[in-house]
C-alpha cells in the first residue's frame, strides 16, 4: 500500500516536472515492480507489455476511429451540420447557441474527441454568433460545453480505452453513451435557454429560414447521418437483417466509418493529397501519443495491482463501512479534481487500475462506471479554473478572456451536475439500451 | 467548404528546399500513414467481402496486428522529436526561464535514458523468438522481424530524446516543439 502511494506521488511530481505522462508512469511503474521482483522481472515485464500492447487487435479501433473524425473535420463536414442546425434553431432568440449545441452533438456522433470537437466547431459557429451580435459569454460557453459531447456520444476513444483496460464490452459502453449523451443535448439547450431569460440581449434571433431551405440543408448532411447509423447501427446489430446481415466488431465499425468518412469528404472534394497525407500522419503520431501513454499505464498498473494497492483500498473502505454510494461520491469529487489537472485519458489509465476493482466489488455496472466517469471527466473539461476546453476555444477565439468564458459556462456547468446526479441516482437511464442488446 | 490548414499556412513560404536528413527523418512517419491507409482500407474489404461473399480475408486479423506495430512505432520517434508526448504544463508558470531549461534538458535526456533498456530488452526477446523460430500463426510471418523493428524504433525514439536534450544545451533555439 505505501509503496503504490509514493509510487502514485512520484509520478504526480514527474508530471508536474512536464516529464510525459507516458514515461512518468512507465518509470514509475518499472521501479516500483523492481523493488518487489528485481531487476530481470521488471524489465522482463516491460519488454512483454511494450509487444504485446502495440500488436493488440482490439486497440486497432483507436486509430481507425481517429481517422474518422479526422477525416470529417478535414472535410469540411462541420459547417454543414452547423448550417443544419442553423435553418432549424437560427430564428429562435438564442438559437445560434441552440444550433451550435445541436451540431457539437451531430460532431460528437463522428468525433469521438471533446477537444477536436471544440476546436472544429468553434471555427464553424464562433463566426457566425458574431455575426448576429452574440455576446461572447454565451457563444463560447455553448462552443465549450457543447464539445464535451464529443467523448461521450459513440464513438468514443475514451470508451474504447475504458473498454480494453477493465474487459467491458465496446459496444455496450458506446450504446449506453446515447441516452447520457441526448440527456446532455437536452440539458444544455434548457441552459442556453436559462441564459437567453436572463439576459434577452445575449443572444438575439437570427433570419427565420423558409422550408426550401431547410431541405437543402438537410441534403447537405444525409451523408453523415447515414455513416452513424451504419457504425453505431452496425455495432448494436441493427443491421444484421435481410438482405444485408452486417455486424462489426468495434474495429470493424471503426474501419468502416473511416472509410465512410473518406469516401464522403474526397465526394465533395475537399480532399487534397496533401490533406489526405496530412490526416493520415497527423492520426499516426496521435496514435503514438496515445498507444504511449497506454503502454506507461500498462507497466504502471501492473506495480500497483502487484503492491496491492486496489486490495488494500478495499479492505479500508470496508473498515470504514460507509454506503456504496457515498464511496461512489467520494470516487466522483476525486475525478473532478484530477480532470482540472490532467488530460481526460491519462487520468483514466492513472485511476482506473485502482478504482475499478473498488467500484465492481462494491456491486456497481461496469458498463454505468465507465459512463460516469467520462461524465465527470466532461465536467471536469469545464470546470474553473483549468477546464481544458476553454483554454483550447481561447486558442482557436483568441480575444476573449478565460473569465468571460468560464463565466458563460456556468448555467452549462450546473446542468452538468444535475445530469449526472440523474445518472447516478437512476442507473437505468444508462444501461436500458445496452442490456437490451 | 475545407478547412483551413494551419500547418500548411505557416508552410507555406518555405525559402530552403528541404535536404536529404529532413526526407530520412519524416520518411517512416509516412510509412506509419501509408499502412494506416491499406489497414482501412483493409478492414472495409474485409467487411464487404464477409458480408457480400461470406469470404473474409484470411490474414486480416494477424496484418492489422503487424500494423499496429508499425503505425506507433514508425511514428514515435517523430512524436518524441517534436514534442507531441501527451504532458501536463499546469505548472509552467511556477518556473524561471533557467529553472525551465535545466528541468527540460534533464527531463529529455532521463527520457532517453529511460527508453533504452526496454530497447534492449525488446531487442533480446526478438532474438529469442528468432533462436525458436516462432511465426505469427495463420500467415507464418517471421515474429522476430516485428519484434526487431519495434526495438529499433524504441531505441530511436530514446536517441532522439537524449538528441533533444542535448540540443537544448548547445543550440536551445533549434528545439522544436
Not at chain 1, 124 to 150: C, E, H, N, W
Not at chain 2, 21 to 40: D, K
Request: glycine share 8%; with cysteine.
Amino acid at each position: 500500500m505505501l509503496a503504490s502511494v509514493i509510487g502514485l506521488g512520484a509520478v504526480l511530481l514527474l508530471v508536474f516536472l512536464r516529464m510525459p505522462i507516458a514515461i512518468a508512469m512507465g518509470l514509475v511503474g518499472f521501479v516500483g515492480f523492481m523493488v518487489e521482483r528485481g531487476f530481470r522481472g521488471s524489465i522482463s515485464m516491460v519488454g512483454r507489455i511494450i509487444i504485446d500492447a502495440s500488436q493488440d487487435y482490439g486497440l486497432s479501433v483507436v486509430p481507425l476511429f481517429i481517422l474518422m473524425g479526422l477525416f470529417v473535420s478535414r472535410g469540411g463536414l462541420a459547417r454543414e451540420l452547423y448550417q443544419v442546425s442553423y435553418v432549424f434553431l437560427g430564428h429562435l432568440r438564442g438559437g445560434l447557441a441552440m444550433a451550435t449545441i445541436c451540431a457539437c452533438a451531430g460532431f460528437s456522433a463522428i468525433c469521438g474527441s471533446s477537444l477536436a470537437t471544440a476546436a472544429t466547431m468553434s471555427k464553424v459557429a464562433m463566426p457566425q454568433m458574431r455575426k448576429f451580435g452574440y455576446k461572447d459569454r454565451l457563444s463560447t460557453a455553448s462552443i465549450a460545453a457543447g464539445g464535451t459531447l464529443g467523448i461521450l456520444i459513440p464513438p468514443s476513444v475514451i470508451l474504447v480505452i475504458y473498454g480494453l483496460l477493465t474487459e467491458t464490452s465496446i459496444g455496450k459502453l458506446f450504446i449506453a453513451g446515447v441516452v447520457p449523451g441526448l440527456l446532455g443535448v437536452v440539458l444544455y439547450l434548457v441552459a442556453v435557454k436559462w441564459t437567453i431569460t436572463r439576459d434577452p440581449e445575449s443572444g438575439p434571433a437570427g433570419d427565420r429560414s423558409d422550408w426550401p431551405a431547410r431541405w437543402t440543408a438537410i441534403r447537405g448532411v444525409w451523408a453523415i447521418l447515414l455513416l452513424f447509423f451504419l457504425v453505431i447501427g452496425g455495432l448494436y446489430g441493427l443491421l444484421d437483417v435481410w438482405p444485408v446481415y452486417l455486424t462489426f466488431s468495434p474495429t470493424e465499425a471503426a474501419g468502416m466509418g473511416a472509410t465512410g468518412a473518406f469516401l464522403i469528404a474526397l465526394s465533395r472534394g475537399s480532399l487534397t493529397f496533401r490533406t489526405i497525407v496530412h490526416v493520415l500522419t497527423e492520426t499516426a503520431t496521435t496514435t503514438a501519443a496515445l498507444f504511449a501513454v497506454l503502454i506507461g499505464a500498462w507497466i504502471f498498473s501492473n506495480f500497483v495491482n502487484l503492491a496491492g494497492l486496489p486490495e488494500a483500498l478495499q479492505a479500508f473502505v470496508q473498515s470504514l463501512g460507509v454506503a456504496p454510494m457515498a464511496v461512489m461520491v467520494m470516487i466522483l469529487l476525486i475525478y473532478v479534481i484530477l480532470g482540472c489537472v490532467f488530460e481526460s485519458l491519462s487520468m483514466l489509465l492513472l485511476t482506473v487500475p485502482i478504482f475499478f476493482p473498488l467500484v465492481t466489488s462494491l456491486g456497481f455496472d461496469p458498463v454505468w462506471f465507465g459512463i460516469i466517469v467520462v461524465v465527470v471527466t466532461e465536467i471536469s473539461l469545464i470546470t474553473p479554473p483549468v477546464g481544458l476546453n476553454v483554454f483550447v476555444l481561447k486558442g482557436v477565439v483568441g480575444d476573449v478572456s478565460t473569465a468571460t468564458i468560464f463565466r458563460g459556462v456556468t448555467p452549462f456547468w450546473v446542468v452538468d451536475i444535475v445530469r449526472l446526479a440523474l445518472l447516478v441516482l437512476l442507473p437505468w437511464l444508462v444501461l436500458f439500451l445496452p442490456n437490451s442488446m | 467548404m475545407p478547412e483551413r490548414d494551419h500547418e500548411f499556412e505557416h508552410a507555406a513560404p518555405r525559402l530552403r528546399q528541404p535536404g536529404f536528413w529532413h526526407y530520412v527523418a519524416v520518411a517512416p512517419t509516412w510509412v506509419a500513414a501509408f499502412v494506416l491507409f491499406v489497414m482501412m482500407g483493409m478492414t472495409f474489404l474485409d467487411v464487404i467481402l464477409r458480408s457480400a461473399f461470406d469470404n473474409p480475408l484470411e490474414y486480416a486479423t494477424e496484418l492489422t496486428r503487424i500494423f499496429m506495430a508499425i503505425i506507433v512505432f514508425a511514428s514515435l520517434p517523430m512524436v518524441s522529436w517534436k514534442g507531441q508526448h501527451i504532458i501536463v504544463d499546469l505548472m509552467d508558470p511556477l518556473f524561471s526561464m533557467r529553472a525551465a531549461r535545466v528541468r527540460d534538458i534533464l527531463i529529455d535526456l532521463i527520457c532517453g535514458a529511460a527508453l533504452l533498456w526496454p530497447a534492449k530488452r525488446v531487442w533480446d526477446l526478438a532474438e529469442r523468438s528468432r533462436d525458436f523460430g516462432d511465426v505469427t500463426e495463420y500467415m507464418g510471418f517471421p515474429q522476430h522481424l516485428i519484434e526487431w523493428f519495434i526495438a529499433a524504433f524504441t531505441a530511436i525514439a530514446a536517441v532522439t530524446f537524449i538528441a533533444r536534450g542535448l540540443l537544448r544545451i548547445f543550440a536551445p533555439g533549434r528545439v522544436p516543439g
